[in-house]
């Protein structure tokens, strides 16, 4: 059995600064690696033993904790991690980061898979996902281009606040909805931060709850659903998290 630790990460701001022809849009983003973490288990199969994903703890609609269901198929990131590996395993995927809320847990759980099979390519890693590179690089680094060029940055401590909410947010659609409002450049920090709230308005309610008690002005982390804020400012729902540098894993996890 191999237990790969799988941290969550956090955009701390984001700009759009283009598109391409095939559609893809580019950005200029900040990104830290937390101590949140999913854990993923591989036991290798047997010849002629294909890939297979549970989730734990899942509910019966495959929903986690009350989050969105993680897919178990062959969309699956580490399932496709595994098939660039070129290897079979029984995976159990042991979650703790929610889907949907922008803290990038299945790029994260397939860059874990990556970084085990020694398959650290980022071009290889941005055709499973825009996230996939910096979660296989980690610390903190500036990331361009469609998220494939990830530029190391010194390791800051910090620590934030999060606060999501028990939905999540669709990336395409709030890219899509970024692109219908014209392109739009937000006053703070994360451009999509706008059209986010236009796809999924209940975000303001959940931004307000935080602002409220902590005093603070929350920030959406990458597409959302998550808000955070800078400090330590535990409480009902919030989950206070510490940047880690590149290469952390807790004790009883390979990196």
Same mark, same amino acid.
């Given at each position: ?37 999913? @854990? ?7 010849? %002629? $033993? ?13 929903? @986690?904790? !009350?989050?969105?269901? @993680? ?14 590996? $070129? ?14 809320? %922008? ?9 874990? @898979? ?9 071009? $290889? ?6 996230d996939v590179p910096f979660c296989v690089v980690g610390g903190r680094a500036r990331v361009s281009g469609i998220g494939e060029v990830v530029d190391p940055l010194d390791y800051r401590e910090e620590t934030l606040t999060l606060l999501t909410p028990p939905f999540g947010c669709s990336t395409p659609a709030v890219y899509a909805a970024w692109d219908e409002m014209g392109g739009p450049t937000? $006053? ?15 975000? %303001? ?41 590149? !290469? ?8």
């Amino acid at each position: 059995m191999v237990l790969l630790a799988a941290p969550a990460k956090v955009t701390l701001a984001l700009r759009i600064t283009g598109r391409r022809s095939d559609g893809y849009h580019l950005i200029d983003a900040e990104m830290v690696t937390v101590d949140l973490i999913d @854990v993923v288990e591989l036991e290798l199969c047997g010849p %002629g $033993e294909r890939t297979s994903v549970t989730v734990s703890p899942a509910e019966p609609d495959g929903s @986690v904790g !009350g989050f969105d269901a @993680v897919p178990v198929g062959a969309d699956n990131l580490v399932v496709r991690a595994l098939d660039v590996a $070129e290897v079979n395993a029984r995976v159990t995927l042991r979650k703790r980061i929610a889907a949907g809320a %922008g803290l990038g847990g299945g790029s994260a759980d397939a860059a874990a @898979v990556l970084r085990w099979a020694g398959r650290t390519d980022l071009d $290889e890693a941005a055709g499973l996902g825009a996230d996939v590179p910096f979660c296989v690089v980690g610390g903190r680094a500036r990331v361009s281009g469609i998220g494939e060029v990830v530029d190391p940055l010194d390791y800051r401590e910090e620590t934030l606040t999060l606060l999501t909410p028990p939905f999540g947010c669709s990336t395409p659609a709030v890219y899509a909805a970024w692109d219908e409002m014209g392109g739009p450049t937000a $006053e703070g920090p994360n451009d999509l931060e706008p059209a986010a709230l236009v796809v999924e308005p209940r975000l %303001g309610v959940w931004r307000d709850e935080l602002a409220e008690a902590t005093g603070e002005v929350p920030l959406l982390a990458g597409s959302g659903s998550t808000w955070f804020v800078r400090g330590d400012y535990p409480g009902p729902g919030r989950v206070v998290v510490r940047t880690v540098p590149a !290469g952390w894993h807790p004790a009883g996890t390979d990196g």
